[in-house]
């Protein structure tokens, strides 16, 4: 490695803790580099014919900035004497999306050019790494030269490529939009801002791959796909239960009908009504028949499934998940289950009654109701 140049801020180094044997070893402590690396070679040199052992590292510089990760034991004798500042700033600088071991511009511009790295290169937020730039300029081991030369390599690529094709910085810009927006979403869970993502991203990737192949119209197309994609997620923010929402309707398998005949959740639909939601749906496709030895759930659910088979064979426009319900709540009767006990049991699994106070109870009036007509 490059010998760092003198910097009038410096972060000094605080400690390095090294674990081996797969983070099952001892942890081992020190306060200079040297040391640490002189541990790894006599370690090595001991240990190296076991190949599959990674070993975890955790350093830390003053002013608490720290790095945690692991590498895989080297498979023969380490002679670098700053091999692990140079693991360290392999792995910082993989953060940063800026690679360490490419050499020339050719080298760099075949990197700029693959769509998977542009595809990641663009959802980037220089703002939540901006530790890791502040530890490769000015952290104690870190080669600052090094990861200026390569940092300015990348940009200079990037140019030359943006040069070449122009209507990436339309891509890169209604890219940025989204991948902002959606963090500050009100009212949707993980799930929720995950799969949206995924559905921005696949956008992106195709206008990505377009452009760079010289279709700049199919990735006009995409780009128009992405811009809906925007305006529905902000005209839809202020539904509380995102199931009722375009997007949510598709992740949770909701019917037009449900719209009118299950009601918004009470509150917002958070993470662990999502999680429950979706447990339960999957309880329903993993259902086996089952008789009135079995638990109740397990029943339930055997119910459900065949109850929803039957739903699944009308039209798609007059489905819907309560009269899933409403069936269910009838096939129950035949495991000799009391009314009572099936509104509870409905509440307890039914995946439509999450979130919604008294959905069991409205069940068992719609049954009756129909029982009397």
Known sequence: MDKPMNLEKNIPLDKIILNTRDAFGENKEFITWNSAN???????????????????????????????????????????????????QDYIQGKLLIPIHLTSASQFDKLTHSVSFLSEYIGFNSASTNSYDQLLSYGEGMNNIKYQKDRDSLKASLARLFEKHPYLTDIFDEAKSFYTLIPTLKNRTHFFKEYLLREGKRDITKALDATITGDDDAARLEMESLKSLINRIREENNIVDERHTQDGMTIYQIYPLDLKEIPSADTPFNDFLSKDMRDRILHVRTAVIADSSQPEHTIFYSCYQQCLENVLQLPFEKRSHRMVSRMVFNQLRLYNISKSRRVVLIDLYDPFSVGITGYGKNIREDCELEAAS
């Open 38 to 88: 002189q541990f790894l070679k006599l370690y090595t040199a001991k240990y190296w014919e076991h190949e599959d052992e990674r070993i975890h590292f955790h350093i830390q510089w003053v002013g608490n900035y720290t790095v945690s990760g692991s590498f895989l034991m080297p498979n023969e004798e380490i002679a670098d004497n700053q091999f692990l500042e140079g693991i360290v």
